[in-house]
């Protein structure tokens, strides 16, 4: 069994994915949608998925030293900022309990993993995913379907924050 496996079931009452092509427009359409939301008061986190081999790690630098000694897991710690590597992959469900423990958003966007299930969903671009709602430069009818998704998932009618 994998030591990160999940035992207690993961709510994605606050979570919902946006999906298109490469270039479609994602990165573009989430930075307005928590853009507008931070405005409203509600707390946002995003997950990016990248389908290919990826570090954000440096090689060379201190935390890349720690992980290549053998560190599972390196902590990078400054006034402004804490990120946190893992040297491996993880599974969606828990990145999302993880973000839900610590950062205690309103919301968490994901962007891609359009084959997720339980996630309610966004196309964008010529992208089809079935029950998604058809973004087609309707912002304001998105940022309202997105509120009703999170009011109809939590039972609350606005931001915990």
Known sequence: MNENAITTPVKLHNVIGVC????????TLIVKIIEQLKKEGYEVATIKNIPRKFSIDEKGKDTWRHADAGAGAVVALSEDETAIIFKEGMELELVIKLLNETAKPDLIIVEGKKEEKGIPKIAIGDITVN?????????????????????????RASPLH
């Open 20 to 27: 298109g092509y490469h270039n479609s427009g994602k990165t």
């Open 131 to 155: 029950g998604a709602f058809r973004y087609e430069e309707n912002f304001e009818e998105l940022i309202e379907w997105i509120k009703a998704t999170l009011n109809s998932s939590s039972g």
